[in-house]
């Protein structure tokens, strides 16, 4: 079994910087896509960034030019380096990364249990 454990969250202010990291651990995992979202109060769950194998990256229109994914899907893990922190990023971050595990490749989608970032002054 696949688990992801995350790892980073606090508390910041305003215009401070975080790193969330993100490791995966368990059986065989091919992974082709990691990500981060995250969901505050009374809101839906939302893309912040995501990054594919290929190396190729996007993220939410709110975090662009602030936030930056990074990865290494061989060695299956993830990070979010969080800068220019604003009050409306506070949320639970989760991770999420998505592969083929197993003898027969079997597609799997994990998820993390999530990190609490607060932005505040």
């Known amino acids: 079994q696949v688990q992801l454990v995350e790892s980073g969250g606090g508390l910041v202010q305003p215009g401070g910087s975080l790193r969330l990291s993100c490791a995966a651990s368990?059986?065989?995992?091919?992974?082709?896509?990691m990500g981060w979202y995250r969901q505050a109060p009374g809101k839906q769950r939302e893309l912040v960034a995501l990054?594919?194998?290929?190396?190729?990256?996007n993220y939410a229109d709110s975090v662009k030019g602030r936030f930056t994914i990074s990865g290494d899907t061989a060695k299956n893990t993830v990070s979010l380096q969080m800068n220019s922190l604003k009050p409306e990023d506070t949320a639970v971050y989760y991770c999420?990364?998505?592969?083929?595990?197993?003898?027969?490749?079997?597609?799997?989608?994990?998820w993390g249990q999530g990190t609490l970032v607060t932005v505040s002054s």
């Open positions: 990054i594919t194998s290929g190396g190729n990256s």
């Open positions: 368990g059986s065989h995992f091919s992974i082709n896509a």
């Open positions: 999420n990364v998505r592969g083929v595990v197993g003898i027969y490749n079997r597609y799997l989608e994990v």
